[in-house]
């Protein structure tokens, strides 16, 4: 297998305003080292990765920082929405990866067993990790009545890397990009492009930095990972 790594690193961090000090939130450090940094270096680490493509914001492409400086890494402008950076990156991909995978730049701690059972879907099938719902979730109309409840038992919380065969997910990118259809997730445009996604199990350590409260849990699973490690 030959496969290349997307982390999508875009996006300007809004709802981080204030705790970040001023800074996007994948620059913020966790345990002395950027939350993107810590997002990429797996992908760099695993064999069948070849190439790792990092989408950053427009403004930080001519000066990027010098941590992202490396031969195996290809640093790509991201566009106005999710769509469009992703879009990006999927051009920058190398002709002979035949797998894809898509990271969120704000998730530090994907391991590399989560990596493993993505990347051994994904060569036949849109792929994407998810750990079961644990909260009940409740359906909302627009004035803000609840409209249904759905089952616990069937829902999930998506999370990244999601994997793909790359010329299944360019396919359904481009007939998502004609339809001007901005999704949330990779799986999504796969979804509404009518190809089935395969489930495999995430982690409930694949936290997503968010909010502020987010890089506090951050910094506590950072030590306990690192103490874990030796």
């Known amino acids: 297998m030959n496969a290349a790594a997307i982390i999508v690193a875009g996006g300007s961090g809004q709802r981080m305003e204030g705790a970040a000090g001023g800074h996007r939130k994948q620059y913020m450090e966790l345990e002395g080292q950027p939350v993107l940094l810590w997002a990429i270096l797996p992908f760099l680490r695993h064999p069948a990765i070849g190439r790792v493509i ?4 427009e403004d930080d492409i001519d000066d990027p920082p010098t941590w992202l400086i490396d031969n195996r890494v290809t ?3 991201g566009g106005r929405e999710r769509r469009d950076s992703v879009w990006n990156g999927l051009r920058s991909v190398p002709d002979e990866a ?3 995978l898509i990271h969120d730049g704000a998730r530090p ?3 590399a067993a989560l990596i493993d059972r993505v990347l051994s879907a994904a060569s036949t099938n849109a792929t994407v990790p998810a750990i079961p719902a644990t909260d009940t979730i409740k359906e909302v109309d627009a004035d803000g009545f609840v409209s249904r409840t759905p089952d616990r038992s069937s829902l999930w919380h998506a999370q990244t890397p999601q994997g ?3 010329t299944l997910l ?3 990118y481009e007939r998502a990009i004609r339809q001007g259809w901005s999704p949330t997730d990779e799986a999504a445009v796969c979804e509404r492009a009518g190809i089935p996604v395969r489930l495999v199990a995430g982690s409930p350590d694949n936290l997503k930095i968010t ?5 506090e849990i951050a910094g506590m699973l950072a030590r306990r990972l690192r103490a874990e490690a030796g």
């Open 54 to 57: 990092v989408v950053l914001p």
């Open 211 to 215: 909010r502020a409260f987010d890089l």
């Open 164 to 166: 793909f065969p790359r």
């Open 109 to 111: 701690f994907v391991s």
């Open 170 to 172: 360019v396919g359904a």
């Open 75 to 77: 640093l790509v402008a």
């Open 98 to 100: 035949d797998v894809v």
